[in-house]
């Protein structure tokens, strides 16, 4: 078995991930959604999801618990993200945040969907 390895270092040495220009340029969305959105989408850069928790969120953001969810809710209203609120043994257990890149089709939906798991 080869112990081989590939990794990044200075700043991208925890993860990094890519940022749509259409979503930062967008009038509709506040700076702070669009930092949100940055954040999530520095955790999803090896796929199409992040979960880091709310608490992680606002702490790593400094930012206070109801700006967090009233911009949070404005990339949900765009259709930029959607909330995948996991279940197990029928309680709530984490919330999982997808990036939408179809954000024109994604509208017709609530953009929350619960997973049981």
């Not at 949100?36 to 992680?56: E, V």
């Not at 954000?103 to 929350?112: A, D, F, M, R, T």
């Amino acid at each position: 078995m080869s112990n081989n390895r590939v990794y990044q270092d200075g700043i991208f040495k925890k993860g990094y991930g890519s940022v749509a220009k259409l979503v930062m340029t967008d009038k509709k969305l506040d700076i702070e959604a669009k930092a949100i959105y940055a954040y999530l989408c520095s955790f999803a850069g090896a796929g199409m999801t992040a979960f880091p928790g709310a608490k992680k969120i606002i702490n790593d953001l400094n930012i206070s618990e109801n700006r967090f969810y009233k911009y949070r809710k404005q990339l949900i209203k765009n259709g930029y993200i959607k909330i995948i609120k996991n279940r197990k043994n029928g309680k709530r257990d984490n919330n999982l945040y997808k990036i939408i890149n179809n954000p024109k089709q994604h509208l017709q939906n609530k953009g929350v969907e619960i997973q049981h798991l």
